[in-house]
């Protein structure tokens, strides 16, 4: 079966420093891979999305980059972080099935920047 | 306007209450529908697809009526673990989109 990992669980970080965050899915191959951002009492907001290594589409324009290094690998990050950037950032992959397709979100990782 | 919209509630029911949510969604291309469901503090977790003929897994039934671009979960006999914020989800193209969320207490 499929599973999905996110790490670290809890991140808190000073105003001005670096970012990574990590997801990895396990059980499958060339998922789509998907990072969101929900802000506290918000919804969930699409910030990058991934068909294949090295394609990396941008919806929001911002201070995040993605990359995804690897088939079942994405990763997060940022030069220098904003107040802002606080939330709960969760990973997702689905199939890419155009019509049968359904996602799945790693446990999330909650970011607080002081 | 917004690709999915719900109504945010918050909806508080008694054990027992049968309660509905409604959700549209804007682009007529649309191509799968699901609800998820997401606890405080986690993950959204899939709480079930949504067919054109509708679908019912235990106390719950989703509908989807496409020429109105509407979607709807019934949740009969709530318990009080059915606590929690329910998310309309449209696949559009590959991308999906969430609505908001509505909110559900079920009070002892």
């Known amino acids: 079966s499929q599973t999905i990992h996110q790490w670290p669980a809890t991140l808190v970080q000073p105003v001005g420093s670096p970012l990574s965050l990590e997801c990895t899915v396990e059980?499958?191959?060339?998922?789509?891979l998907y990072w969101y951002r929900q802000a506290a009492g918000r919804g969930l907001q699409l910030l990058f999305y991934?068909?294949?290594?090295?394609?990396i589409s941008s919806e929001v324009p911002q201070n995040l980059s993605a990359s995804r290094p690897q088939d079942r690998q994405f990763i997060l990050s940022s030069k220098k972080l904003l107040l802002s950037d606080s939330g709960f950032y969760l990973c997702?992959?689905?199939?890419?099935?155009?019509?049968?397709?359904?996602?799945?979100f790693g446990p999330g990782t909650r970011l607080t920047v002081l | 306007r917004k690709e999915v919209e719900q109504d945010p509630g918050p909806f508080n029911v008694p054990e027992g209450a049968t309660v509905a949510f409604n959700c549209t969604y804007s682009?007529?291309?649309?191509?799968?529908f699901f609800w998820y469901r997401q606890d405080c503090r986690k993950e959204p977790k899939l709480l079930m697809s949504?067919?054109?003929s509708g679908n019912e897994d235990g106390r719950f039934t989703a509908q989807l009526n496409r020429a109105s671009q509407y979607i709807s979960l019934l949740i009969r006999d709530s318990k009080l673990s059915d606590s929690a914020t329910y998310l309309c989800?449209?696949?559009?193209?590959?991308?999906?989109?969430f609505g908001t969320g509505t909110s559900l207490t079920v009070i002892p």
């Open positions: 991934s068909v294949g290594i090295g394609q």
């Open positions: 682009n007529s291309a649309s191509q799968s």
């Open positions: 997702a992959w689905s199939k890419g099935y155009l019509n049968l397709d359904t996602q799945y």
């Open positions: 949504v067919y054109s």
């Open positions: 989800v449209v696949l559009t193209g590959n991308q999906f989109y």
């Open positions: 059980g499958t191959s060339n998922p789509n």
